[in-house]
């Protein structure tokens, strides 16, 4: 048996390939393949041949039981922080040897441009139709990581019923991510629309649950995108939060009072609003050093700045990379993420989605309560944040959208912003019938009495 990992899903050729000696040296010319699948912050080591630079074959050995021990499952952990290594003795009593180029060094500049970049391919991997169409073990192994990652993170809809018996008699609050998660994964993010279906469905929920869209967006670009003014809105990653001072369901939003466009009184919580000036700083100076690269688009968040890499072409991402990080250097204020083909930059305070989702859910009156069941829906990095807020409450119900394997702390999953529409029609269905139901209890204790 041939098993042949793709660069779909683990990078084998770039600074994440190491080289382990037998010895322990480095850039010996035998002993075991440390590869690392940035999709899910793991490592595994087999004894391997590589053949090539972008795929790495394991062969049919009499010392090797790489084909039929190496298992999927054995191949995924959800647990970014604890990497489980596959031993070199679980794989095969021998090392096989193999021949790799030497390492790149962590620590420098250089890879750490390369960490960033993997990182956000990470993120956002091509599809893996679109890949390797002469190769269709590299398509098995990926739909085959996928399937084994289902089991860990199942989908919320098949879930369903489960999830509803856990909100029951519960107050459900929503939380919900923009891009990637209400509106689909575009070219140009200045047309990252949600359709209209999705508007009518996410207004329904409204109707049902306290609701807020956390976004990495500017909130007013958010809103603009939404266009719904009976939901929360929380814009630069949490940094930005604007609620109704006063909402028909009596909630209401700790922060200071302001007045919205059309007047209504609102509450804005910013806590990194001393940064304003930097980020526009920041913001020109991105804008200066990346204009001769082609593709390159930064847009301004209010609070934090993005950096678009997708529509670069990626032969130029480093020299982009680079160039981000050389303006960084003159803000040590300033801290660096990345998302989906995006780099972002952003005040270096402890304030993230998931402390915006601890903020409303307490400015709404739930923490620290019981009966409160906060739903989180998110496909990125910075959602992750929420995933751990989520999880470290009472109850509530962390899901993150992906249609590939990805470290997560997200307990379920969906695949794409259409199975979210159709996991929130479904949860405005569950309230409907549930109120139904109670009335028609109602009716018949009245008619009783
Ligand atoms: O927190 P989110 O609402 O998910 O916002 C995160 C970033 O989303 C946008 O970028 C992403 O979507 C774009 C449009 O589909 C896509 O072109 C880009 O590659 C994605 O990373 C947005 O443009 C960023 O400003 C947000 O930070």
Redesign the pocket.
């Known amino acids: 048996m041939v098993l042949k990992v793709s660069e779909v899903s683990g990078n084998i050729d770039r600074y994440h390939g190491e080289f382990e000696g037998t010895d322990g040296t480095e850039g010996t010319q035998s002993g075991l393949l440390r590869a690392s699948f940035p999709n899910f912050g793991e490592n595994f080591v087999g004894g391997m041949t590589l053949r090539s630079k972008r795929t790495a074959v394991c062969t049919d050995s009499p010392t090797s039981s790489c084909g039929s021990s190496l298992s999927v499952s054995s191949m995924l952990s959800t647990s970014p922080s604890k990497p489980s290594v596959m031993s070199a003795s679980s794989v095969s009593s021998k090392p096989i040897p193999i021949v790799l180029q030497k390492k790149h060094s962590p620590y420098t500049e250089k890879g750490q441009f390369h960490a960033w970049i993997d990182a956000m391919r990470a993120q ?1 991997p091509p599809h893996v139709h679109s890949l390797h169409e002469d190769i269709p073990e590299a398509f098995d192994l990926e739909a085959a990581v996928y399937k084994s990652w289902l089991e860990k993170h199942p989908s919320a809809l098949s879930s369903f019923d489960n999830v509803i018996k856990h909100a029951h008699q519960k107050q459900v609050v929503v939380f919900l ?5 209400l ?7 200045e ?2 629309f949600m359709s209209t279906e999705m508007r009518a469905s996410v207004k329904d929920l409204a109707s049902c649950f306290p609701t807020a ?5 500017s909130r007013p670009k ?1 809103y603009e995108f939404v266009q719904l003014a009976e939901l929360y809105y929380a814009g630069s ?1 949490g940094m930005d939060i604007m609620g109704p001072a006063k909402s028909s369901d009596g909630f209401r939003v700790k922060g200071t009072k302001s007045r919205d466009k059309k007047g209504n009184e609102v509450v804005l919580f910013q806590p990194a609003s001393e940064y304003l000036p930097l980020i526009n700083k920041v913001f020109t100076a991105l804008i200066e050093t990346t204009k001769l690269i082609k593709g390159a688009k930064v ?1 301004h ?1 209010k609070f ?1 700045v ?1 950096v ?3 529509r670069v072409k990626e032969e130029h991402w480093e020299a982009l990379a680079e160039r981000v990080g050389n303006v960084l250097k003159d803000y040590p204020s300033l801290n660096l993420t990345h ?4 780099l ?1 930059v952003r005040p270096s305070i402890s304030w993230d ?1 998931g402390k915006a989702v601890d903020f409303l859910l307490k400015s709404l009156g739930f923490k620290d309560t019981s009966d409160v069941f906060p739903l989180y829906l ?3 990095k ?2 992750e944040d929420a995933f751990r807020t989520i999880n470290g409450s009472k109850h509530g119900c962390s899901i993150l959208v992906s249609s590939i394997a990805k470290s997560t702390d997200a307990k379920l999953s969906l695949q794409d912003p259409s199975e979210v529409m159709l996991f929130l029609r479904r949860l405005v269905q569950w309230k409907n019938r549930s109120l139904e139901n109670r009335n028609s209890l109602q009716k018949g204790a009245h008619n009783h009495n």
Do not use: L
């Open positions: 956002s991510d923009y891009d990637g998660t509106s689909p994964i575009v070219e140009d993010p047309r990252a869209v956390i976004s990495g967006r958010v990653h847009e968040n934090c993005t678009h890499f997708r998302g989906r083909k995006v972002e989605k998110g496909d990125d910075t959602d």
